[in-house]
Nanobody, 115 residues
Framework: QVQLVESGGGLVQAGGSLRLSCAPS???????MGWYRQAPGKQRELVAT???????NYADSVKGRFTISRDNVKNTVYLQMNSLKPEDTSVYYC??????????WGQGTQVTVSS
């Protein structure tokens, strides 16, 4: 069983920054890594993904403000969030797709942006 350990959430004022990180509990082969978020009463939505080769994809709402990156040696994915807005307030979830098929989710980390 693989568990994902997330960190970096918290409370920040609008315009501030936070950095999320996520890593599996053991070394595994990973293809796609990504971040999703879910606000109360809303569906979970994609924030950003990054392939093993470093190709990235972003939701339009975060383009230019958020940056996803990964360290393939440490098997860690990061989400640098700048210029945060109150509408970015959500629980953020890490997701990984393994090389042998299964996908795993992190437990979620709360990000709250005050106005």
């Amino acid at each position: 069983q693989v568990q994902l350990v997330e960190s970096g959430g918290g409370l920040v004022q609008a315009g501030g920054s936070l950095r999320l990180s996520c890593a599996p509990s053991r070394s595994i082969g990973i293809n796609l890594m990504g971040w999703y978020r879910q606000a109360p009463g809303k569906q979970r939505e994609l924030v950003a993904t990054i392939t093993a080769g470093g190709n990235t994809n972003y939701a339009d709402s975060v383009k230019g403000r958020f940056t996803i990156s990964r360290d393939n040696v440490k098997n860690t994915v990061y989400l640098q969030m700048n210029s945060l807005k109150p509408e970015d307030t959500s629980v953020y979830y890490c997701n990984i797709n393994t090389t042998w098929g299964p996908s795993y989710w992190g437990q979620g980390t709360q990000v709250t942006v005050s106005s």
